[in-house]
C-alpha cells in the first residue's frame, strides 16, 4: 500500500514551457486534491475532484488545468509555466463517508522551478 | 484578515520540554480541527483530529479546542528530537450539500526540539 504517490519530485522549467504533474492514490479514495505551498502563505487549495469525471476550482485555480480521468488518478497541468508558479506541490485524497470529515492523506510533494 | 491565523515561529526549546501550539480562526462554521506535521521536504501527515469542542489525548500529544474563543492549541509533552517539524493546524466546516470538506490551513508553527 503506497497511500500517494506524485511524479516527478523535482522539476526545472523555463517560462512558458507546459508540464503535468501526476498523483496517484491506491486507497480507493473519492476525493482527491491539489495544493501549493509557499513560504508564508501555507498550503493552498488549486482544484480538487470529488470523484471520477469530475473537477472544480479551488482558491488559486488559475493558470492550472487538472484532470480526473480515472479514480485512482489526478493529473495537474501547467499550460504555460511562469516563475510565480514556482512552488512545492501536494496532492492528497481522501475517503468522505456521509456528512463526515474524513483526513486527507498527502504525497511527498513535486518541487517546481519555473525560470 | 486571514481565517486561519498561526504564529510562524520558529519556536526552539530544550527536550522534554512542554510545547503549546496554537491557532486562532475567524469562521464560527468551522467544526473540525485537525494538526499536520509535515517534516523537512515532506508531504504533512495528520497527527490529531477533533470535532467540536474539546480536549483530545494521544500519547505526549493533546489537542484542545475552544469554539467559544476560536482558538485551538496543540500540547507536546515531554517534547523529542524527533518532534522537530513544521505543525500545520487545518479547519473546516464540513460537508455540505455535496461539495467537498475544503480544509482551511494554517502557515504553520516550525518547532525545534534541542537535544
Known amino acids: 500500500n503506497a497511500g500517494v504517490t506524485q511524479t516527478p519530485k523535482f522539476r526545472v522549467l523555463k517560462t512558458g514551457q507546459s508540464m503535468t504533474l501526476l498523483c496517484a492514490q491506491d486507497?480507493?479514495?473519492?476525493?482527491m486534491y491539489w495544493y501549493r505551498q509557499d513560504p508564508g502563505m501555507g498550503l493552498r487549495l488549486i482544484h480538487y475532484s470529488v470523484g471520477e469525471g469530475t473537477t472544480a476550482k479551488g482558491e488559486v485555480p488559475d493558470g492550472y488545468n487538472v484532470s480526473r480521468l480515472k479514480k485512482q488518478n489526478f493529473l495537474l497541468g501547467l499550460e504555460s509555466a511562469a516563475p510565480s508558479q514556482t512552488s512545492v506541490y501536494f496532492c492528497a485524497s481522501s475517503y468522505v463517508a456521509g456528512s463526515a470529515q474524513e483526513t486527507q492523506y498527502f504525497g511527498p510533494g513535486t518541487r517546481l522551478l519555473v525560470l | 484578515q486571514k481565517e486561519v491565523e498561526q504564529d510562524p515561529g520558529p519556536l526552539s526549546v530544550p527536550e522534554g520540554a512542554i510545547v503549546s501550539l496554537n491557532c486562532t480562526y475567524s469562521?464560527?462554521?468551522?467544526?473540525?480541527f485537525m494538526w499536520y506535521r509535515q517534516y523537512s521536504r515532506k508531504g504533512p501527515e495528520l497527527l490529531m483530529y477533533t470535532y467540536s469542542s474539546g480536549n483530545k489525548e494521544d500519547g505526549r500529544f493533546t489537542a484542545q479546542v475552544d469554539k467559544s474563543s476560536k482558538y485551538i492549541s496543540l500540547f507536546i509533552r515531554d517534547s523529542q528530537p524527533s518532534d522537530s517539524a513544521t505543525y500545520l493546524c487545518a479547519m473546516s466546516a464540513g460537508n455540505y450539500g455535496g461539495a467537498t470538506n475544503k480544509l482551511i490551513f494554517g502557515t504553520g508553527t516550525l518547532l525545534a526540539v534541542q537535544p
Open positions: 469562521n464560527s462554521a468551522f467544526q473540525y
Open positions: 486507497m480507493n479514495h473519492e476525493y
